[in-house]
Nanobody, 122 residues
Framework: QVQLVESGGGLVQAGGSLKLSCAAS????????MGWFRQAPGKEREFVAA????????WYSDSVKGRFTISGDTAKNTVYLQMNSLKPEDTAVYYC???????????????WGQGTQVTVSS
């Protein structure tokens, strides 16, 4: 069983930055692909970014490409999402996920965190 704990959310003005963290409990952290998803009020949960370790690769949704960066520290069992140039439409609960079963951009992950709120004011 893998436990994921997100942190780093908060309130920020448009154009600002936030860095989310996702700490994983698994010792075999490096065996899992990881992803970030978000869900805005009244909308479906959507893919934001994902990372794999072997081979190393990253993926981004078109809406965040060039503004967000996913990275990880396997020694700390932690994945990060650096979010720059934030927009009001980025407001959502952000979820960390581990263990993609199929395509990393789908919701089919084995483990999910509880989420952290990100609010971007205009």
């Amino acid at each position: 069983q893998v436990q994921l704990v997100e942190s780093g959310g908060g309130l920020v003005q448009a154009g600002g930055s936030l860095k989310l963290s996702c700490a994983a409990s698994a010792r075999t952290f490096s065996n899992y692909g990881m992803g970030w998803f978000r869900q805005a009020p009244g909308k479906e949960r959507e893919f934001v970014a994902a990372i794999s370790w072997s081979p190393y690769n990253t993926w981004y949704s078109d809406s965040v490409k060039g503004r967000f960066t996913i990275s990880g520290d396997t020694a700390k069992n932690t994945v990060y999402l650096q979010m720059n140039s934030l927009k009001p439409e980025d407001t959502a609960v952000y979820y960390c996920a581990a263990g993609p079963r199929t395509n990393v951009k789908t919701l089919n992950y084995a483990y999910w965190g509880q989420g952290t709120q990100v609010t971007v004011s205009s």
